[in-house]
């Protein structure tokens, strides 16, 4: 039985949401900036790259918001057309592949999980992964129950390996309530996912532990051999499928927009996991530095590791360099719920979460 005072709990939840906030800044200014771009404009990133504005708004933490609103309603026992119905009638602006298919789809009629797969060339891109880190900050200790509610949400507006992205992170972040190893993390986390043999998103969590552990020291190097392998994997697994239309090889396959696809960015966050973990002192800091330096899509990625590495550490123990700036200020488009403190936020998100404990996970872990 897994323990944890509900201070502690409320600490790790709103160190989580600093992470996600503080990442999602760092990476939006250089969101799909080339790679070398990066690189020449920032060199070595180790902090903001721009000044934050405490009021600027990322389509990535949208969903959550509806998830929380739709938790709030409905209780732990919701559905996904709960979510997918604050989905559409709150949502108004900045929606982008698949969950703009998935919109146009409610409209239509058609909701999840048929709303995840049908008309929708971007099944398997990264939006379900970016919007995984709720289900885990709700499931502490509770993998089995993080899987289930990302894979609740995920088939709102995904498929296949697009929702296995969402569980990655979910159990990611769920075990890091407990897990202060990364890379043990990572492998407890597998466990939740098909065999190697039956994902593509498998195989590339294993390529990127593989190429860590060949440069451990030279994430550069490192980035390198990742994005060749996922070249390799687009041009010869993914477009070559059978499966796939001409439409989705056209228009979301292509060498620059699949940098949206839920793959090489996975890749990314695995090395960057890897590679920050060997700071003791800023881990949280130096991993959304590396993640950013990366490239692809930045905002998704650097708050998705935020929010990892912060329900890890706990607000307590994150630099105040990453939460000043903040201004404990977070906005959104979601109607009705535009302006929100990062610790109401998290003390909301902690309340659900208390619930899930006690209903859901009370044979595995206990608030004390």
């Not at 790679?35 to 405490?54: A, C, Q, R, S, W």
């Not at 959550?64 to 209780?75: R, S």
């Not at 986390?189 to 098909?194: I, N």
């Amino acid at each position: 039985m897994k323990e944890i005072t509900t201070k502690e709990y409320e600490d790790r939840v709103l160190g989580s949401w600093f992470g996600r906030c503080a990442g999602s800044h760092l990476g939006a200014p250089l969101e799909f900036r080339p790679y070398n771009l990066i690189k020449k404009m920032h060199g070595e990133i180790t902090y903001f790259t721009k000044p934050v504005d405490p009021e600027h708004v990322n389509d990535d933490e949208m969903y959550e918001i509806c998830a929380l609103v739709a938790f709030e309603k409905k209780g732990i026992d919701l559905t996904a057309r709960d979510i997918a119905q604050e989905w559409h009638d709150r949502l108004y602006k900045l929606n982008f592949t698949a969950e703009r298919v998935a919109l146009k789809n409610f409209e239509k009629g058609i909701w999840p999980p048929e709303s995840g797969a049908k008309n929708n060339i971007y099944y398997d891109a990264i939006g379900a992964q970016m919007r995984a880190d709720i289900f885990g900050q709700i499931s502490p200790g509770c993998p089995k129950i993080a899987k289930k509610y990302a894979e609740m949400d995920g088939c709102i507006s995904h498929a296949g390996i697009g929702i296995e992205g969402e569980v990655f992170v979910a159990v990611l972040l769920s075990n890091a309530f407990f897990e202060p190893d990364i890379a043990k993390n990572i492998d407890k986390a597998l466990k939740f996912l098909p065999e190697p043999e039956e994902s593509l998103y498998v195989q590339m969590v294993h390529e990127a532990k593989k190429i860590y552990e060949e440069f451990p020291a030279d994430f550069r190097r490192g980035r390198e051999k990742l994005i060749d392998y996922w070249h390799d994997v687009r041009k010869n697994k993914l477009k070559k499928d059978p499966n796939n239309t001409k439409a989705r090889n056209f228009k979301f396959l292509n060498k620059i927009a699949s940098g949206v696809h839920v793959l090489p960015n996975a890749g990314i966050i695995v090395l960057s996991l890897l590679h920050g973990a060997q700071e003791k002192e800023d881990p949280l800091g130096r991993s959304i530095c590396l993640t950013a330096m990366m490239g692809l899509d930045t905002d998704c990625n650097c708050g998705n590791i935020g929010a990892i590495i912060g329900a890890q550490v706990g607000a307590s123990k994150i630099h105040e360099k990453w939460i000043e700036p903040l201004k404990n200020n977070f906005s959104t488009y979601v109607k009705g719920y535009e302006k929100w403190k990062i610790t109401e936020l998290a003390s909301r998100v902690a309340a659900i979460g208390k619930k899930v404990i006690e209903k859901k996970c009370s044979d595995e872990v206990r608030i004390i």
